[in-house]
């Protein structure tokens, strides 16, 4: 056979094999990008929707570099293959998109390894790791992140307004500045623009070559600049209220400002570059490909490529051993049964106002916030006993945990209503008859001004209390892989502390209301054995 005969058939057998890879990838994760589709509509992450562009274009400059070195198949890259399916049954068990992303990246460069092999990946890493850009962080990082940026941002925006004359005083994200009050929200906040301005951060710094330390303290620099530059357009919102019209805070300057403080932003990224590039000179140098070298061919020369005999069309034999292993796992995950088991519960509309000596009155949130909590039930009172001393009681219920749905821990939304922890840390309360004589919960003693409060918080998971949202991460896939189950709730309850009171009264009272209230809860929230016969 001759040389061409094996070039030829080696090609058609790559092609082969790329398409078969090429199916069963879109097989295993068409329905999570129909969701990352999803979540490039809403304004936080429309940004993403551009990711997969620069990238084809990042790969696209540096075709030369990529044509001039040989492609050597390697079976290193079936590492990055068997770990990527890892973690698509880790995301598929455990219902986590994120998980299931980073499953199709470390696929997707698993394949590249081991078709083109290491030396070529080498020349493309950048396009490869900037393509993680296109991914949202999970909602539990993401709001903790910019939940702390806002507070920041909202202090500076008020020591701004205050320099300028101002009445102007902040609760959390609430600041009152007399004639009405501005809420630094994540629809309202030109902080959206962080991860966007880090990401051309990135990409200044490395089109520009810049040494690795020069480029990460640029980009380094974007998420402080972000939160300056923020800080002023809440005082430039502030000043248009108290001095012009509040019609105009709200209206055209509302939209522009967050545009014109990712433009003035960049605009400062930019001159630092220069300042980095020309003032403290020192760059990467850029390779050189002779144009000689710059050829299209199909030099598959690693040891056993086509000029070896015995190929044939399932070629290279890395790519095609990678696509078995996908096919297997494409087929187990339609024969394994990832339906949930949603066990039977009372509704909370049923719950009593009146427990013990406590009397409630029930509350209701705005539907707004239901919808944004994802919530499939919840029950919300202010329950006083006979000495009129007041006990706020919340519960939300989840009857699935699984892609994109999941507990919102109120630290994350207390701090943004004005409240500084004090305390923060895990308690065990003192409960007879209860497994281990305690019950295990967090406990935050909180100050907005001269008011206190403490606050007691767990999550009731499938007959467990815990009291960590990373721990509720890694029950949840144990229990969906093990039970079929990933329904769960947050009970939290808030008591003031009064006037002639300490705090150790506060929490005997929070206390007495949790023992009370917890052999209740127990019909509404399904237990460790719920559903079995």
């Known amino acids: 056979m001759t040389a061409s005969t094996l070039y030829k058939r080696a090609d058609k057998g790559v092609l082969i094999m790329l398409s078969a890879a090429l199916l069963l990838f879109t097989g295993l994760y068409y329905s999570n990008f129909g969701y990352l589709l999803h979540e490039w509509k809403k304004e936080d992450f429309n940004y993403c929707i551009l990711i997969p562009f620069i990238v084809l274009y990042l790969i696209w400059d540096r075709r030369k570099e990529v044509a001039s070195v040989p492609s050597r198949p390697s079976w290193a890259g079936l590492s990055a293959v068997i770990s990527g399916l890892i973690f698509f049954w880790l995301g598929e068990l455990g219902g986590e998109y994120y998980t299931l992303f980073l499953s199709s990246w470390l696929l997707l460069v698993g394949l590249c390894w081991s078709v083109m092999g290491w030396q070529k990946l080498k020349v493309i890493w950048f396009p490869l790791v900037f393509s993680l850009a296109m991914f949202p962080f999970p909602n539990f990082i993401n709001t903790k992140l910019l939940l702390m940026l806002k507070l920041i941002s909202s202090e500076i925006g ?75 357009r809440i005082a430039g919102t502030g000043l248009l209220y108290l001095y012009y019209s509040p019609a105009a805070a709200e209206g055209f300057f509302h939209g522009f400002s967050g545009f014109l403080i990712f433009m003035v932003s960049l605009v400062f990224l930019w001159l630092e570059m220069l300042f980095l590039t020309r003032i403290l000179p020192g760059t990467r140098k850029k390779a050189e490909v002779p144009e000689e070298k710059v050829i299209l061919r199909r030099d598959y020369d690693s040891p056993g490529g086509p000029k070896s005999k015995g190929h044939g069309l399932f070629y290279p034999p890395q790519l095609a051993a990678a696509v078995v292993l996908m096919g297997v796992t494409l087929a187990a995950a339609q024969i394994i049964d990832f339906r949930e088991h949603v066990p039977s519960r009372l509704p909370f509309s049923d719950f009593p106002m009146k427990i013990g000596k406590w009397t409630g009155i029930s509350r209701q949130m705005d539907q707004k916030f239901v919808d944004s909590l994802d919530l ?85 998971q499938r007959g467990r209390n815990l009291t960590s949202a990373y721990q509720l991460k890694i029950y949840n896939f144990w229990d969906a892989l093990t039970k079929h189950r990933t329904d769960g709730a947050l009970v939290r309850v808030i008591t003031p502390v009064y006037q002639g009171e300490d705090v150790q009264d506060a929490r005997e009272r929070l206390n007495e209301f949790v023992r009370t209230v917890v052999p209740v809860l127990r019909k509404f929230i399904p237990g460790k054995d719920a559903g079995k016969p």
């Not at 919300?380 to 219920?397: C, E, I, K, T, W």
Request: charged share 15%; proline share 6%; with cysteine.
């Open 158 to 232: 008020v020591r701004l307004m205050q320099l300028m004359g101002m009445s102007a005083f902040r609760e959390g994200n609430i600041i009152d500045i007399g004639v009405t009050q501005l809420q630094v929200v994540d629809a309202c906040s030109g902080l959206r623009y962080v991860f966007p301005l880090v990401i051309l951060a990135l990409l200044l710094a490395y089109s520009s070559r810049l040494r690795l330390y020069k480029g990460a303290l640029l980009v380094v620099s974007a998420v402080p600049l972000s939160v300056v530059m923020n800080g002023l």
């Open 376 to 460: 499939s039930d919840y029950v919300m009172g202010d329950y006083s006993d006979p000495d009129g001393r007041l006990v706020n009681f919340y519960v939300a219920y989840y009857q699935s945990q699984r892609k994109g749905e999941s507990i919102h821990s109120p630290a994350t939304c207390l701090p943004g209503s004005g409240w500084i922890f004090k305390h923060d840390q895990v308690k065990k309360i003192p409960f007879p008859g209860y497994p281990g004589g305690f019950l295990p919960v967090h406990y935050v003693s909180m100050q907005k001004g001269a008011y206190r409060q403490i606050a007691y918080y767990w999550f009731p």
